[in-house]
T-cell receptor, first 118, second 114 residues
Framework: EAQVTQNPRYLITVTGKKLTVTCSQN?????MSWYRQDPGLGLRQIYY???????DKGDVPEGYKVSRKEKRNFPLILESPSPNQTSLYFC?????????????????FGQGTRLTVV | DAKTTQPPSMDCAEGRAANLPCNHS???????VYWYRQIHSQGPQYIIH???NNETNEMASLIITEDRKSSTLILPHATLRDTAVYYC???????????????FGKGTKLSVKP
């Protein structure tokens, strides 16, 4: 079954304690990205990666790091979490634009990680 | 990518067609219209996308006006499980840049009522 798997699904942590949220996809997709979702602000992109070792900032990258050492994995790292990073996080993956149509295939999203930083 | 405008909320009776509008008046010729939905804090789910022709799949139909400045997502027989936030997104095709980024607006909260 095609899927994007995030772990953990729920996490409560304290300010300043480094944490990593893992994301793995089994579809051999080149594109992966991280979003956060906050009430009234919708989904905002944090970082994205167009291939192994290729990452770029999204709209709200401050306070986050990512790495893409393997195609299937795209972990999100919070070196020193703060309460304003309390949010619902989603990882997504998709394949690159079709050579025939030029369109990007639809993105698959993980089930989310609800992070609380106290 | 062009900006989209959607009504914040809509209601629909169960079993009736739900028609969700989206305005994208600044869409350019190389931009596609995508629809996603998000059911109660789950991960967003792809529904359908199109360029200028109407599209239909097992989930929904997409009607794009001839001038491409607006579109309508149609759920032909809405059920209670279709209650969700629906997002209309426009994005460029290959070579247009921003290929990794889906820009989500506020979407339309559709409530299907018995």
């Amino acid at each position: 079954e095609a899927q994007v798997t995030q772990n953990p699904r729920y996490l409560i942590t304290v300010t300043g304690k480094k944490l990593t949220v893992t994301c793995s996809q089994n579809m051999n997709h080149e594109y992966m990205s991280w979003y956060r979702q906050d009430p009234g602000l919708g989904l905002r992109q944090i970082y994205y990666s167009m291939n192994v070792e290729v990452t770029d900032k999204g709209d709200v990258p401050e306070g986050y790091k990512v790495s893409r050492k393997e195609k299937r994995n795209f972990p999100l790292i919070l070196e020193s979490p703060s309460p304003n990073q309390t949010s619902l996080y989603f990882c997504a993956s998709s394949s690159p634009p079709s050579d025939r149509t030029g369109t990007v295939e639809w993105a698959f999203f993980g089930q989310g990680t609800r992070l609380t930083v106290v | 990518d062009a900006k989209t405008t959607q009504p914040p909320s809509m209601d629909c009776a169960e079993g009736r067609a739900a028609n969700l509008p989206c305005n994208h008046s600044t869409i350019s010729g190389n931009e596609y219209v995508y629809w996603y939905r998000q059911i109660h804090s789950q991960g967003p789910q792809y529904i359908i996308h199109g360029l200028k022709n109407n599209e239909t799949n097992e989930m929904a139909s997409l009607i794009i006006t001839e001038d491409r400045k607006s579109s309508t997502l149609i759920l032909p027989h809405a059920t209670l499980r279709d209650t969700a936030v629906y997002y209309c997104i426009v994005r460029v095709r290959k070579g247009g840049g921003s290929q990794g980024n889906l820009i989500f607006g506020k979407g339309t909260k559709l409530s299907v009522k018995p």
